[in-house]
Nanobody, 127 residues
């Protein structure tokens, strides 16, 4: 069973940056899909970003395109979400998601396609 542990959330002023981390332990594969999703109070979970390794191209929600990046350190089995130019509307609980294979492009935005989830980390952006 793969387990994901997230870190890096917090309180930041608008325009600031945060980096979220998500570390996987357990029987992980060399082919991986990592995703980030968020859920704001009273709203449904929404896709933020995802990528596949090896040899994938990152995909982002329109709301974060150009401000967020997704990366991975394979040695640490850790994925990162670098969030820049944060806005109050980015406030949410952020969850990482992981799949022990490469999802196809059309599957990346649907959280139901991932097998494992992190516990979530709160990101609060003040105006």
């Amino acid at each position: 069973q793969v387990q994901l542990v997230e870190s890096g959330g917090g309180l930041v002023q608008a325009g600031g940056s945060l980096r979220l981390s998500c570390t996987a332990s357990g029987p992980t594969s060399s082919s991986q899909t990592w995703g980030w999703f968020r859920q704001a109070p009273g709203k449904e979970r929404e896709f933020v970003a995802a990528n596949r390794w090896p040899s994938g191209s990152p995909v982002f929600a329109d709301a974060v395109q150009g401000r967020f990046t997704i990366s991975r350190d394979s040695r640490k089995n850790t994925a990162y979400l670098q969030m820049n130019i944060l806005k109050p509307e980015d406030t949410a609980v952020y969850h990482c998601a992981y799949k022990n294979s490469r999802l196809i492009l059309s599957e990346l935005r649907d959280g139901d396609n991932y097998g494992y989830w992190g516990q979530g980390t709160q990101v609060t952006v003040s105006s």
